[in-house]
């Protein structure tokens, strides 16, 4: 160019630290500094629509920001106490197998988090424990299992080799420590069989 004001406008885009004191700035000039802009103002555009073309868009979109993390804990809450009434309804169906205790069952839990703590949960109030929980979490399968570290990799009691060999039965695979193992698939109609072979292993 034969003098910098040929540049035009001059866009800072980025700018990222790349070693102590010193930093990276990027930018873009002239024309495709005009278009940059031109899509930023067209994207604002569209975001003030959403909210009616209201004043003060950036506090609306603060709002809805606190909303959101609102309804997150309102949502957690809910699943825990999900979690504790599931909790008692499955220490009934706790069985005495092979000198363990044994508890497999399908869960309406569909939140990867609340299912550890639960088996975490369950875990503490069994004695010699191996708990198998299957459920479906957006849509695909989930395998859970936890066994008591006081007998977690003794004989056939591995979680994840175990949870690496019911995973067929759900289409998918997984892994895992000796005292919990998760796996993940596509055929959520295989969880029961999944439960059962569970069973099976424990010579029943």
Same mark, same amino acid.
């Given at each position: 160019?034969?003098?910098?004001?040929?540049?035009?406008?001059?866009?800072?885009?980025?700018?990222?630290?790349?070693?102590?004191?010193?930093?990276?700035?990027? =930018?873009?000039?002239? +024309?495709?500094? !005009? @278009?940059?802009? #031109?899509?930023?103002?067209? /994207? %604002?555009?569209?975001? &003030?629509?959403?909210?009616?073309?209201?004043?003060?868009? =950036?506090?609306?979109? +603060?709002?809805? !920001? @606190?909303?959101? #993390?609102?309804?997150?804990? /309102? %949502?957690?809450?809910? &699943?825990?106490?999900?979690?504790?009434?599931?909790?008692?309804?499955?220490?009934?169906?706790?069985?005495?197998?092979?000198?363990?205790?044994?508890?497999?069952?399908?869960?309406?839990?569909?939140?990867?988090?609340?299912?550890?703590?639960?088996?975490?949960?369950?875990?503490?109030?069994?004695?010699?424990?191996?708990?198998?929980?299957?459920?479906?979490?957006?849509?695909?399968?989930?395998?859970?299992?936890?066994?008591?570290?006081?007998?977690?990799?003794?004989?056939?009691?591995?979680?994840?080799?175990?949870?690496?060999?019911?995973?067929?039965?759900?289409?998918?695979?997984?892994?895992?420590?000796?005292?919990?193992?998760?796996?993940?698939?596509?055929?959520?109609?295989?969880?029961?069989?999944?439960?059962?072979?569970?069973?099976?292993?424990?010579?029943?």
């Amino acid at each position: 160019m034969p003098a910098t004001g040929n540049i035009g406008l001059f866009k800072i885009v980025s700018e990222t630290g790349v070693a102590a004191g010193i930093r990276r700035i990027e =930018a873009v000039t002239a +024309e495709t500094a !005009q @278009e940059y802009v #031109k899509a930023q103002l067209e /994207e %604002l555009d569209q975001i &003030r629509s959403l909210f009616k073309n209201a004043p003060n868009t =950036a506090k609306h979109v +603060e709002a809805l !920001q @606190e909303e959101n #993390k609102q309804l997150k804990k /309102e %949502l957690e809450k809910l &699943r825990n106490e999900q979690a504790g009434a599931l909790k008692d309804q499955l220490t009934g169906k706790v069985e005495k197998l092979d000198g363990v205790q044994f508890l497999g069952a399908k869960i309406p839990l569909d939140d990867a988090n609340a299912i550890k703590t639960l088996a975490f949960q369950l875990e503490k109030e069994m004695d010699k424990a191996v708990i198998v929980l299957g459920a479906e979490v957006k849509g695909k399968a989930m395998l859970t299992i936890m066994i008591s570290k006081e007998i977690a990799g003794q004989g056939d009691l591995h979680a994840g080799n175990m949870v690496r060999q019911l995973a067929k039965h759900i289409q998918g695979g997984g892994g895992g420590q000796p005292f919990y193992a998760t796996a993940g698939g596509k055929n959520a109609g295989g969880l029961g069989d999944a439960i059962a072979e569970a069973r099976q292993m424990l010579g029943a």
